[in-house]
Antibody, heavy 120, light 111 residues
Framework: QVTLKESGPALVKPTQTLTLTCTFS??????????VSWIRQPPGTALEWLAH???????FYSTSLKTRLTISKDTSKNQVVLTMTNMDPVDTATYYC????????????WGQGALVTVSS | QSVLTQPPSVSAAPGQNVTISCSGS????????VSWYQQLPGTAPKLLIY???RRPSGIPDRFSGSKSGTSATLGITGLQTGDEAVYYC????????????FGGGTKLTVL
């Protein structure tokens, strides 16, 4: 059974750095063709893709947020970590992690999401 | 404004059929597979369709997908009240390695 779960602070202050962890089970990120992505959704608005990391440690970022994002993985812990620097109130959103197996080429399993509010 | 364009809302009565469109450029939809996601209120998105028209295990055949040129369509037949949700199309910028892109979402109301 594939599961993913996001964890991290519910509240961060402007200019702080956000660190989110995606802990997953039921698959391995060392499997050829496997990827894990981060996606966010501001309240009441659409989904926005942020980044993904491949089984071979290749990393890809949203062009508009590239300078603020870092994605990494710990295969032994089945975790993917996303950091976002210089947080702003407009970054208030629910942050999801999701799996992308290459044979599906889509986000086939999602975590429940973690709401992050940016406020002083 | 999203790179993929969807109608903000559609509505239909239970038992009826509905389609939701998703349009984009030739470099995005035209060259990549399209997927569709259902987001019920207060929940994470759920994959309904991938590779334009394939359904994951467990998704009923009331849901279908198609793509032609730079547009994709999600079809839902025999609408049920439980289908009331926001539906998103998604694909990739030129390739998976260039990153993902979603439509703005379509709110389906089952009257």
């Amino acid at each position: 059974q594939v599961t993913l779960k996001e964890s991290g602070p519910a509240l961060v202050k402007p200019t702080q750095t956000l660190t989110l962890t995606c802990t997953f089970s039921g698959f391995s990120l060392s499997t050829h063709g496997m990827r894990v992505s981060w996606i966010r959704q501001p309240p009441g608005t659409a989904l926005e893709w942020l980044a993904h990391i491949d089984w071979d440690d290749d990393k890809f970022y949203s062009t508009s947020l590239k300078t603020r994002l870092t994605i990494s993985k710990d295969t032994s812990k089945n975790q993917v970590v996303l950091t976002m620097t210089n947080m702003d109130p407009v970054d208030t959103a629910t942050y999801y992690c999701a799996r992308i197996p290459v044979i599906v080429d889509a986000f086939d399993y999602w975590g429940q999401g973690a709401l992050v509010t940016v406020s002083s | 404004q999203s790179v993929l364009t969807q109608p903000p809302s559609v509505s239909a009565a239970p038992g009826q059929n509905v389609t939701i469109s998703c349009s984009g450029s030739s470099s995005i939809i035209g060259n990549n597979f399209v997927s569709w996601y259902q987001q019920l209120p207060g929940t994470a998105p759920k994959l309904l369709i991938y590779d334009n028209n394939r359904r994951p295990s467990g998704i009923p055949d009331r849901f279908s997908g198609s793509k032609s040129g730079t547009s994709a369509t999600l079809g839902i037949t025999g609408l049920q009240t439980g289908d009331e949700a926001v539906y998103y199309c998604g694909t990739w910028y030129s390739s998976l390695n260039a990153g993902g892109v979603f439509g703005g979402g379509t709110k389906l109301t089952v009257l």
